[in-house]
DNA sequence: CTTATATTTCAGAATATTCTGAAATTACAG
DNA sequence: CTGTAATTTCAGAATATTCTGAAATATAAG
């Protein structure tokens, strides 16, 4: 009944970790390795007993994980409860998160940084520094966001490719 | 005596939100803004009452952004007091963001992935699909990493050429 | 419909994090 | 030295977050 090895345990407990440096509760962050390296779907009940959690915090913890688009219901034969699974695919993982990531708290930036130029114009604010500031980090976005676009699209591969490349590419573009 | 604009604590409420959701003190990513948007060098006692917080807070946290690299402490001529500064180039600042936490966290999470392997292979350990799923994390960091390697270096101007330059790079590389 | 199973909700407990205030330490002018 | 200003430290208070357990709700088999 799901029994985790020690080197299962390891890399679920360190990727708890990493989740709560990244703003993410420990409890979601586990419950996504759980079902990483786990080769079937696993229901709620068992994600409960391998992590010595609570039935309702594994509930509220998979809804989460569902709002990020991160884990989805499966169904065994036979078997009334639900089951849960994730990507396989860690690049896949990486650019819903971080496409979700820009929804969450990219945009917002940007509306606010959009906001406070447009009040400083119309309050003919004499600030002339804090404009300065804004401006650039305005700009800062924008680039940033156009590289995203650029690449958000790239396919596992491409992006294994590129990194073979070993930078000659932005080279012959005489970006150094 | 540093009396913020409306529009000032807008911004700096702002990136102390953000700041939270991504593992980082609302103070501490509050004091941050302050003296990004502050056109001369801030000394404690101001931040104190521009913040509303407590000066030991304001030891604690500015000691947490020197840690990061993006504060620096300057002095006013005819004053003892410690003045603190940051970077004005956003890029600059991302870039010492990302090197550190590349070094405080995926560093470590590559370790982590170096040692299970290590364990799964001494071991004889017959779970395939986890050291599957392991080594499919590894490639991971290890092409995102060099991803990242590659463009660490660029500068800022450079970073706005590439973003300039609307994908006709990646799409001649055929790498839809 | 009844009953058993499964899931969700949510108030409050447990825990973790952040912040404060007082005391200790440091730095330096006189 | 001595005294004063500046900074740091850190125990515990305040706060925020996460987690639990019990109750409510949903689902479906019989």
Same mark, same amino acid.
């Not at 708890?16 to 993410?24: A, F, N, P, R, V």
């Not at 409890?27 to 994600?47: F, G, K, M």
């Not at 169904?75 to 979700?100: A, C, P, Q, S, Y």
């Not at 119309?122 to 804090?130: A, F």
């Given at each position: /009944?799901?029994?985790?090895? +020690?080197? &299962?345990?390891?890399? =679920?407990?360190?990727? %708890?970790? /990493?989740?709560?440096?990244? %703003?993410?509760?420990?409890?979601?962050?586990?419950?996504?390795?759980? #079902?990483?390296?786990?080769?079937?779907?696993?229901?709620? *009940? $068992?994600?409960?007993?391998?992590? +010595? =959690?609570?039935?309702?915090?594994?509930? @509220? +913890?998979?809804?989460?994980? &569902?709002?990020?688009?991160?884990?989805?219901v499966t169904h065994v034969m036979g078997n009334r409860k639900?089951?849960f699974e994730t990507l396989t695919d860690v690049w896949e @993982?990486?650019?819903?998160? /971080?496409? *979700?990531?820009?929804?969450?708290?990219?945009?917002?930036?940007?509306?606010?940084? $959009?906001?406070?130029?447009?009040?400083?114009?119309? +309050?003919?604010?004499?600030?002339?520094?804090?404009?300065?500031? #804004?401006? $650039? @980090? &305005?700009?800062?976005?924008?680039?940033?966001?156009?590289?995203?676009?650029?690449?958000?699209?790239?396919?596992?591969?491409?992006?294994?490719?590129?990194?073979? @490349?070993?930078?000659?590419?932005?080279?012959? #573009?005489? #970006?150094?």
């Amino acid at each position: /009944m799901l029994e985790l090895s +020690s080197i &299962q345990k390891k890399y =679920i407990l360190h990727w %708890g970790e /990493m989740g709560t440096k990244w %703003g993410i509760s420990r409890t979601v962050a586990q419950i996504h390795a759980l #079902l990483y390296i786990w080769p079937e779907p696993v229901n709620a *009940e $068992e994600i409960t007993v391998a992590l +010595s =959690i609570a039935r309702s915090n594994v509930s @509220m +913890s998979i809804k989460e994980l &569902q709002g990020w688009g991160l884990v989805k219901v499966t169904h065994v034969m036979g078997n009334r409860k639900d089951h849960f699974e994730t990507l396989t695919d860690v690049w896949e @993982m990486f650019r819903i998160v /971080m496409e *979700e990531r820009k929804r969450r708290e990219v945009d917002p930036t940007f509306a606010m940084l $959009e906001e406070c130029l447009a009040e400083m114009k119309k +309050s003919r604010d004499s600030d002339k520094y804090t404009k300065e500031r #804004l401006l $650039e @980090m &305005q700009d800062f976005f924008t680039t940033a966001n156009k590289c995203y676009e650029q690449t958000r699209g790239l396919s596992t591969s491409s992006f294994r490719k590129l990194a073979g @490349m070993g930078g000659w590419v932005l080279k012959a #573009l005489k #970006l150094g």
